[in-house]
């Protein structure tokens, strides 16, 4: 299985600030990778699918970076309702299809 | 856009069963797979298989295999999960999902998720 490690596992961040959660493959899963956000009770939310292409309908505050091992996803201008929790998903290797362990963005 | 509606929460006996549904709302399910992620209570997303509809061809996550089965019918019309030889540690919410960005198939990017249905499992 490929392991996916996302790092922080929590941030505290001020609305208006730039926000930075990485994702680690455990191997080279080329550009297989999305980003999700998750609100308690909610579905996830695709955000961004192959590493950097934005979801219909998305803000542009969001953005998706990486290639091989390493991802990003940033969030450039927190706003109040991007406090949630963002999980990696690598699609390279299926089965199992795996996500990260998520990250949880919270109000500083 | 399809949606997805997912039926509603169950309370199981240990070493029961359980299977939930997964149906299109709005339309017919396309040939895109439809997944089946697993969320215990305060935990990160596991996901546990996919089923072609329209072709019934399925695959599993390795630690679900000999426990679940996907299964489509009508149309298809509806597809459903049942998990097998339930454990307290079973309990979660259990969401289908699919890939209708258009994107290859691979990218296996979930646009379109069910609300979820949620499993407790006790004794």
């Known amino acids: 299985d490929v392991q996916m490690t996302q790092s922080p596992s929590s941030l505290s961040a001020y609305v208006g600030d730039r926000v930075t959660i990485t994702c680690r493959a455990s191997q080279s899963i080329s550009t297989f990778l999305n980003w999700y956000q998750q609100k308690p009770g909610e579905a996830p939310k695709l955000l961004i699918y192959a590493a950097s292409t934005l979801q219909s309908g998305v803000p542009s505050r969001f953005s998706g970076s990486g290639f091989g091992t390493d991802f990003t996803l940033t969030i450039s201008g927190l706003q109040p309702e991007d406090f949630a929790t963002y999980y990696c998903q690598q699609t390279f290797i299926n089965p199992p299809l795996t996500f990260g362990g998520g990250t949880r963005v919270e109000i500083k | 856009q399809v949606q997805l509606v997912q039926s509603g929460a169950e309370v199981k006996k240990p070493g029961s069963s359980v299977r939930i549904s997964c149906k299109a709302s709005?339309?017919?399910?396309?040939?895109?797979?439809i997944n089946w992620v697993r969320q215990a209570p305060g935990q990160g997303l596991e996901w546990m298989g996919d089923i072609l509809p329209k072709l019934g061809s399925t695959s599993y996550a390795p630690k679900f295999l000999g426990r679940v089965t996907l299964t489509a019918d009508g149309s298809p019309t509806a597809v459903y999960m049942e998990l097998s030889s339930l454990k307290p540690e079973d309990t979660g919410v259990y969401f289908c999902?699919?890939?209708?960005?258009?994107?290859?198939?691979?990218?296996?990017?979930?646009?379109?998720w069910g609300q979820g249905t949620l499993v407790t499992v006790s004794s």
């Open positions: 999902a699919t890939d209708q960005t258009g994107t290859p198939a691979q990218y296996d990017a979930f646009d379109v």
């Open positions: 709005g339309g017919t399910f396309s040939d895109s797979a």
